[in-house]
Structure formats: C-alpha cells, structure tokens
C-alpha cells in the first residue's frame, strides 16, 4: 500500500508557473513508476508525465512538453511536477499515481494508487 498527497497547487496568471509535490507513505517512491495526471470539468482523465522506477526515463504529453518536468527526490520520497509557461487550458485537478507492476505508464489502468488531487488554475 502506499500514500499519495499533492500539493502546491493553486491560482496563477497565465505565463507563470508552479510546483506541485507528491509526497508518499507506506511506499517508497523509488519503487514504482510515478505519473501526473490532470482532469478538467468534463473531461475525461488525461496523462500529463511520468517517470520511471529508476528515474532514467521521462515521459510528457504533447500539450505539455517544454514546459513541464517531472523529477524526483527519493530522500524526500517525493515525486515533483514542475509547470512553467502555464496556459488557462491548463486548468484543472492534477493527480499523481503510483505504478507498482510496470516501469512506466501512461495510461491511467496502468496506475495502482492515486491521491486526492491538487486544483491548478491558470487566470487569462
């Protein structure tokens, strides 16, 4: 079993930027792949970024490659998502999941743990 907690979210203009942390218990982070994942209001769950066991890998979505990166500090058993450059279409509730059984995923079956979310909005 393991924790997940996100923070740092929160209202900014557009152009600035934010970090946004999870924080895990019972688990260590360096154990499993670790994914961001946000949903707007009506619309499905969609992949943000992950990264891998070893934190070797990154992946990012399209929408938000150049802007955001995803890090980790397993001393901190903490996984970051750094978000610059922040668009109002990047508003919405940001998850991050832990993935025990894979190296890495990027769809949301893929993920075993969630937390609660964290609201990212992102003011014109």
């Known amino acids: 079993q393991v924790q997940l907690v996100e923070s740092g979210g929160g209202l900014v203009q557009a152009g600035g930027s934010l970090r946004l942390s999870c924080a895990a218990s019972?688990?260590?982070?360096?154990?499993?792949?670790v994914g961001w994942f946000r949903q707007a209001p009506g619309k499905e769950r969609g992949f943000v970024a992950a990264?891998?066991?070893?934190?070797?890998?990154?992946y990012y979505a399209d929408y938000v490659k150049g802007r955001f990166t995803i890090s980790r500090d397993n001393a901190k058993n903490t996984v970051y998502l750094q978000m610059n450059s922040l668009k109002p279409e990047d508003t919405a509730v940001y998850y991050c999941a832990a993935a025990p059984r894979t190296v890495a995923g990027l769809t949301t079956t893929q993920y075993d743990y969630w937390g609660q979310g964290t609201q990212v909005t992102v003011s014109s």
């Open positions: 990264i891998t066991r070893s934190g070797d890998t990154l």
């Open positions: 019972g688990r260590t982070l360096s154990s499993t792949a």
